[in-house]
Structure formats: C-alpha cells, structure tokens
C-alpha cells in the first residue's frame, strides 16, 4: 500500500477511535444523568409536602410513568418506563392512590408502587344510623364514584370500612351488607337458647331498638333481657325510639314526643303494637347484635334514665316507680324549676325506658 493510503487509513482509523470515544462519552454521560435521574432527588412537590397521584386501575406502564411525570412525581417517563422493564417491576406496579414525599427518588416511587403502598382512606358509618343515612355517607366521599339505591333497613354493619379513590359506592355498601350477613349468622349459629326469635331478621330488629336506647354497650345486654323478658311475657316493648322512626324515619325529632304521637297507632309505635315491629329502626353494630342474640340473664322488666348516661333496672313496677321518680327529680334540678313528677303508667301499660 503506497504512503497516501497508509495515511488515509490511519486518519479514518482515528477519526473512528475519536466517534467511539465521544459516543461512549456521550453514553456515559446518559448512563450517569439516568442514574442520577433514577436515584437522585425528584422533583419536589407542588403542593406541599407530599406529591399525591391517582393510578387508576387497568394502567398500563406507560400510562402509569405518564401519569407521574404529568403529576409531577418523577422528572422522566421514559428512565420510569425503561427501569421499570429493566428491574422487572414493570409486571408487579398495583394500581391505586399514592402519596409520595417531596423529592422523593424515581427509585423510591417505583419501589412503592411495586408494593401497592395505597394511601389508607376510610369511611365510617356510625352505630345506629338509618340505611338512608349510611347512603348518604357514602355519597358524600368524594373518593367514590358511582350511584347507589338504599339497602333495607337494618342490612349494614356500622364499621369504619377502608376504601380506595374510583372505588365504587355499590362495591363498598355490598361489602357493608356481607359484614353484616356474616356476622349475623355466626351469631345467630351461637345464639342463646329460648330466645323469642323464628329469624335472624327478628333479632336484627331487637337489636336496632336496643342500640337506640342507650350509647353504652355495657348495658345492651341488660336492656335485650328488658324487651326479650317482656316479649316472653306478651308485654308491649314501649320503646320511644320506635316511635319516633315512625315520625322521622330515624332523624332527630328534636323536641319530646308528644302524648299524641304516643296514642297515635302507626307500625313502630310499640305503645300501641304487640310485639316487634316491621322492621328494624337503625343499622344496630355489633355489641347491640351480640346483646341481641345473648342478653344478660336478669327479671328486669323497666328501665329508666339514672342521670349519668346510663340506666337504672328494675322487675317489677313498684321499683320503676321509685326509679321514675328520682329521674324526676333530677330533671326538675337541672332545670331549676318545679316541674311535678309524673307517676309511671298503670301496671297494664308499664313504662319500658326513658
């Protein structure tokens, strides 16, 4: 080979050596601002503290790094996309709701939705709400989507229940309803014997007034010996809860009731019905279910308010009559004013609670 050629070979020899050595300089410098990328500090949050982002379920892991990259998450979709498929996280990311710290790393995010971290929301549907009310629990998350009818009275188990944004509102009732199929029906396998019950529906029934009358579940089962023992004995219930979701339909009446509405015959007015009513009144938890289906074994026939928040027991109606009387007279001392006691109703229409 004559000298020109040597020489031009030796200059494309080095012109090649001198792209090789910038593209692998190039390539490191990728390589090293990826790895920066994946590792170092991400973007810090927009709103405060903490970046949170909505993953919604049936993602991709495209539209799963899209979507971070749009909510400010992580600075690259494509490094996410591309260490994703290179750890194998890519075929474990869970969909859901995540909060992820300001300037948290990308290797940090992908680490948290490769484990499903979801941020925990709840909802809490109090013991002794209606069915209607429970709904409108429900309706009022801005985290559920979705319309949903009002189950039957008394089909709910009052429980703080975990949910996730886009869940739907029927999903989280019909998990409401299940919880309290079984529970009642483990209860009712357990259930003390002799009870006045043919259906575990019934019992639901006892149990919802039991919740009404009193906030306290250490006197729930006393208070089912009180309705279960006069059930026994054909005595009316006299509850005045009923009463009132004979009015209301379980909403605060907001005053007393009136001798009126204790004479005026309706479904639940159990002044004027023997035995249960139709339905249940609330959505009873799982002490009144319980009390329910295992009431305390005592006489006790009466119940009144004791000042306390509580309740004072008695079986038999010269004992209640004492016990009236002394709630009279500390409701005429918190009022400050001579209100006069009214005796207890005659022995065929004995006064159940307060």
Do not use: C
């Amino acid at each position: 080979m004559s000298a020109p050629g040597v020489g031009l070979v030796r200059r494309l020899m080095a012109a090649a050596m001198a792209a090789a050595a910038t593209l692998t300089f190039v390539f490191l410098l990728v390589l090293a601002w990826a790895l920066w990328t994946y590792n170092g500090p991400g973007p810090a949050s927009k709103g405060g503290e903490e970046t949170v982002v909505f993953l919604r379920p049936g993602s991709g892991l495209n539209e799963i790094a899209s979507t971070l990259e749009r909510e400010g998450a992580v600075r690259s979709a494509p490094i996410f996309t591309a260490a994703a498929h290179l750890t194998g996280a890519g075929r474990e990311l869970k969909a859901g709701e995540y909060a992820f710290p300001s300037k948290a790393s990308m290797s940090a995010v992908l680490g948290k939705i490769k484990r499903g971290e979801v941020l925990r929301r709840f909802v809490t549907i109090p013991e002794g709400v209606t069915a209607e009310m429970a709904v409108e629990i429900v309706k009022a998350s801005p985290l559920l989507v979705g319309d949903v009818p009002t189950p039957p009275e008394g089909a709910l188990l009052p429980e703080t229940y975990e949910i996730q944004r886009g869940q739907e509102r029927s999903a989280v009732l019909a998990r409401m309803m299940d919880d309290r199929d079984e529970l009642l029906a483990k209860l009712w396998e357990q259930r003390q014997p002799g009870l006045p019950y043919d259906t575990p529906e019934e019992a639901v029934i006892l149990a919802s007034i039991v919740e009404k009358e009193t906030a306290l579940a250490s006197e729930r089962p006393r208070i089912a010996r009180v309705f279960v023992n006069r059930l026994q004995q054909g005595m009316r219930l006299q509850s005045d809860p009923t009463i009132i979701y004979g009015i209301t339909k379980g909403r605060p009446l907001g005053r007393g009731i009136r001798l009126s509405e204790l004479q005026t015959p309706t479904p639940y007015n159990t002044y004027a019905i023997d035995g249960l009513p139709p339905t249940p009144i609330a959505n009873p938890g799982r002490a009144a279910l319980e009390a329910a289906l295992n009431p305390a074994k005592t006489n006790d026939l009466y119940f009144v308010a004791d000042g306390t928040g509580g309740h004072v027991f008695a079986s038999t109606l010269e004992q209640h009559n004492a016990n009236v009387a002394k709630w009279r007279q500390i409701e005429r001392d918190r009022a400050g004013a001579d209100v006069p006691v009214v005796p207890a109703p005659p022995a065929a229409k004995p006064l159940a609670g307060g």
